[in-house]
């Protein structure tokens, strides 16, 4: 029998960005302008949620243009203080008004009233995506304000590895 469990953590408290096909030079350069242009949001937490490289393929942009390019590694973006919901949906519109998201992402949001990241391995039919991995915490030097949610979402990854390791040990290693 196939385990297809996905596991996510949700919020409504604090930023959390699911950033797909992107480079982790991009990934560092956006935490960095959050960092400089919101620094309410504290720290940041970057984790690689996909590491499977793809082939080279066509995407269709948001003005509709096919592009070429190398889909690149999926990270996440977790960040440390509570500013309520309506904040970080603003700052998500912000990015996709910049075409730093795609327009999806902000339709999504409006659909969903939340945001939510993957902590778990997931079953492909192409084999199994890895659990995500944390990368680097970056400082917020423009604020001294920590909430701690990014030890919360770290306290929660730790507890869902946990069942998984005991539980389903070859998904968490694959």
Do not use: W
Request: glycine share 6%; hydrophobic share 40%.
């Amino acid at each position: 029998m196939e385990n297809k469990l996905i596991i996510g953590y949700t919020t409504r408290q604090h930023l959390i960005l699911d950033l797909d096909h992107t480079s982790l030079h991009a990934v560092l350069g956006l935490v960095d302008m959050l960092q400089k242009e919101y620094p309410e949001t504290g720290d940041a937490l970057i984790v690689l949620s996909s590491n499977q490289e793809k082939d080279y393929g066509t995407r269709i942009d948001r003005h509709g243009i096919p592009r070429h390019n190398f889909r690149k590694r999926c990270y996440h973006v977790i960040t440390d203080n509570i500013i309520g919901y309506r904040r970080c949906v603003e700052i998500i519109f912000t990015l996709v008004d910049l075409g730093i998201l795609e327009p999806a992402y902000k339709r999504i949001r409006m659909f969903r009233g939340d945001m939510t990241v993957r902590v778990s391995p997931m079953i492909l039919s192409t084999g199994i995506k890895m659990a995500p991995i944390d990368i680097v915490r970056l400082k917020n030097f423009y604020t001294t304000v920590s909430d701690g949610k990014i030890r919360d979402y770290l306290t929660f990854c730790r507890g869902v590895r946990a069942v998984f390791l005991n539980h389903l040990g070859h998904l968490v290693t694959a």
